[in-house]
Each structure stands twice: as structure tokens, then as C-alpha cells.
């Protein structure tokens, strides 16, 4: 039988039919089982089936997540009881190959005591729905993939220096502008001279003139040529 791998998280159908020719733990009364079921840490526990006796049928149905390496599965079958502790009746190991290369077993199981006597059969179907499909069992079509293989060149050491755009222009110290002010020497003379600097205000410009003594106001009448002068200075002389 050909070795399956690659069950890593699939999926496992197994359901309890029921039990047949079991020991019987009771004297007076019919025995009440029940069935556990383990792999890998998972439990799952059927109903009890009350006066079930040495042939009970259970009929349930667990799911198992399926570990990569694991190809046992735990069964035990107990008498549950009221007022004391359950009985154990037997328990069994259950080989998953043929159901994870075929898909499908419907086997009964051998039971025993802890003794090693026959403790009868506990009745099992088990399905792998991905029994049947090219998984990881096959190789896979195509090459696996490989990274390029770096170009032959230059391995660079450090980071080289970014070029500067514009490229950089050696510029002469000497500049084609001349400094301010510019250098008089350089212009032609000018043939209007600038005026020269007066006091102010010019002497030759004093309105009025100024006079000394100063004149009284209003001044004093003057003589007209057309009378004589009277007796009385600044009056006009009577009349005839």
C-alpha cells in the first residue's frame, strides 16, 4: 500500500454505527455505553444510549482535522452510570491507511479490556473526501520557479555621487561690470560748470534797502511848488 502524504489540514468524516457483542458491566440491568473518539488532542463523545445493552447503535458522525504523520485513531467504549463513576467496557486503535488512499472504510473494530480480553466491536465509517485528488502527492507540473541570476558587473562599493545638472562652469575672478560709483576720469568733461555755493540770503538781493536813521511814519509833508509855504507847516494856507 502506497504511502499518502500531504493530508496536512484536510478534513476527516468518521461516523459511530453503533457497537456489537459488547462485555456487559451490569448484573441486574441493561448497560447504558457511549463512545469517545480521539486523535491528535480532539475528543468528540457520542449521545448515551440507554438500555442499549451489548448492542447499541448510535449512529453520529465527527469531523477531524487530519495531522501530517498521524494515521491511528483512539476508540473507547464506556457504561455510564448514575451514582458511581462510569464503567469501562474497552477500547481500540483504528488505522486510517485504507481510508486515506481509497477514500471510504466501513470496518468493525476490535475492542478490549485492559487485561487484553475481547471486549467486542465498536462498527466505523470513515470517509476522505480528498482521497482521490492530485494534491501535493504528485510532482508538480511545471519547473519551480528561480530567481534570475544577478548581471555580471561592477559590484558597487558605495553610492555613487549624483551628477549635477547644469554641469558646473569655471567662472573667471574678474567681472565685466565695473564697481559703483563709477570712475569720473571715464566720462567726458561737461562744458556747463556748476554753480558755486552763495550765502543766504545774497547781500546784493535785501529788499527793502536799509537806512540809518530809520525814516518816521507816515513821513513828513512836502512842500508843493505850486503853493508857498504857509505859516503853518503841513496845512494848506487859507483862502483869499
Known amino acids: 500500500m502506497s504511502v499518502v502524504t500531504g493530508i496536512q489540514g484536510h478534513l476527516l468524516e468518521v461516523t459511530v454505527v453503533g457497537c456489537n457483542r459488547l462485555k ?23 449521545r448515551t444510549c440507554t438500555d442499549g445493552g451489548k448492542n447499541p447503535t448510535f449512529q453520529e458522525k465527527f469531523i477531524f482535522t487530519l495531522i501530517e504523520g498521524l494515521r491511528e485513531l483512539s476508540v473507547s467504549v ?3 452510570n448514575t451514582l458511581t463513576y462510569d464503567d469501562f467496557i474497552g477500547s481500540g486503535k483504528v488505522q486510517l491507511h485504507k481510508v486515506l488512499s481509497q477514500g471510504f472504510d466501513d470496518t468493525a473494530w476490535p475492542l ?18 480528498n482521497a ?26 558605495a553610492v555613487p555621487h549624483a551628477a549635477t ?19 569720473p576720469a571715464t566720462y567726458p568733461p561737461s562744458p556747463f560748470q556748476p554753480p558755486q555755493p552763495v550765502a543766504y540770503p545774497p547781500q546784493s538781493h535785501i529788499y527793502p534797502p536799509v537806512t540809518y536813521p530809520p525814516q518816521p511814519y507816515p513821513p513828513p509833508p512836502q512842500a508843493t511848488p505850486y ?3 504857509g505859516p503853518y507847516p503841513g496845512y494848506p494856507p487859507p483862502p483869499y
Not at 165 to 183: D, E, K, L
Request: aromatic share 16%; hydrophobic share 25%; with cysteine.
Open 132 to 157: 482521490n485528488r492530485p494534491g501535493t502527492t504528485f510532482a508538480p507540473s511545471a519547473p519551480p520557479y528561480m530567481a534570475p541570476a544577478a548581471p555580471q558587473g561592477a559590484v558597487y562599493g
Open 78 to 80: 464506556w457504561n455510564s
Open 165 to 183: 545638472y547644469p554641469p558646473t562652469m569655471p567662472y573667471s575672478t574678474a567681472s565685466p561690470y565695473s564697481t559703483y560709483p563709477p570712475n
Open 227 to 229: 503853493y508857498p509855504p
Open 112 to 129: 478490549q479490556t485492559k487485561t487484553g480480553r475481547h471486549a467486542g466491536e465498536v462498527r466505523l465509517i470513515l470517509h476522505f473526501p
Open 24 to 46: 456487559d458491566t451490569e448484573w441486574i440491568s441493561r448497560q447504558d455505553p457511549y463512545v469517545c473518539l480521539e486523535y491528535g488532542g480532539n475528543k468528540f463523545r457520542t
